[in-house]
């Protein structure tokens, strides 16, 4: 059974993984015209007020939560919900959707943040095997985003910035992977999600009316509400659903080197969407980094 679990635990959370991919190249960028905070506020606030719709029952959870619930559904809001969204996003407006190696960097650095949080927090053990595998598949994920170039030898400032935003959001999203894990240790998937995106709105809320973004209501286009609603149902919260379910059966460890399928997908969607093409030693990048996601999954 432990087994089985692990297995579809796995499956799920890189299926999430490849949603995120196709939404960072082909959804997010049809928002470009706006504001940042304004799109992170949105993103989250249309998933939720739709799943108010048939899960207003989790809000009798409250009267169960204790403090280190509140806590941590804090956390998850203001690192996987707020800050590590506004970064990625953030990133991706900075370069224009071009140079999909700075975003990409975000799940270089990632497993990094996360296995190292996960040791300390969730007092998870590091088995030689796994570190030689994890350690595979990031120095390949590396070689998958740079290829043999120097990174940032020759960027402009707005790339340099992208590439500090991308690294935040690895330090968020990492952090983000090991307080859910965490939350899923005392509450199902379903709950886990209704209150991340309920308590990431609140803050994004705040956020948006702090920094007066609320004016972009009045730009945002029928498209972009049109986008809007698709990520929000399918590669929003859809795949936060199907992550949260894969969570709950893995360790945070092995799950943050499973999210690696983000960079795979995400390259293979801007080459069937962008006509972008990989160099041989990314095409020899992703297989190595496929091979030890797997070699992970079966020890």
Do not use: C
């Amino acid at each position: 059974m432990r087994k089985n679990q692990l297995i579809s635990g796995t499956i799920a959370i890189s299926i999430s993984a490849i949603l995120w991919g196709f939404d960072g190249v082909v959804l997010t960028p049809r928002l470009y015209n706006l504001d940042v905070g304004w799109v992170v506020f949105v993103l989250h606030v249309i998933p939720f007020l739709i799943m108010n719709l048939f899960l207003f029952r989790e809000y009798t959870n409250l009267k169960t939560f204790i403090k280190q619930d509140y806590i941590l559904f804090t956390l998850v809001g203001i690192f996987g919900g707020a800050l590590g969204t506004i970064s990625i996003v953030k990133a991706l407006f900075l370069v224009n959707f071009h140079q999909l190696s700075v975003v990409v960097l975000l799940q270089k650095l990632q497993p990094i943040f996360a296995i190292i949080l996960a040791a300390i927090l969730l007092k998870e053990k590091i088995k030689k095997n796994f570190i030689i595998w994890a350690g595979i598949a990031i120095v390949a994920s590396y070689f998958l985003t740079f290829g043999f170039s120097i990174p940032f030898a020759s960027l402009n400032d707005n790339t340099f910035m992208a590439a500090m935003f991308a690294i935040l959001a690895a330090f968020s999203f990492g952090s983000s992977t090991v307080f859910s894990k965490k939350i899923l240790l005392q509450h199902n998937f379903v709950t886990a999600t209704f209150y991340r995106y309920g308590f990431t709105s609140l803050i994004m809320l705040a956020y948006v009316i702090i920094t007066g973004s609320l004016s972009q209501f009045e730009l945002t286009t029928d498209v972009n509400w049109l986008y809007f609603f698709i990520i929000g149902t399918t590669t929003g919260s859809g795949a936060i659903f199907i992550y949260y379910y894969g969570l709950r059966r893995v360790k945070a460890i092995l799950a943050t080197i499973s999210e690696l399928f983000f960079p795979i997908s995400a390259i293979l969607f801007d080459y069937i969407f962008n006509g972008s093409i990989l160099s041989p030693i990314q095409i020899v990048s992703a297989a190595i980094m496929v091979f030890a996601i797997i070699k992970l999954n079966s020890k």
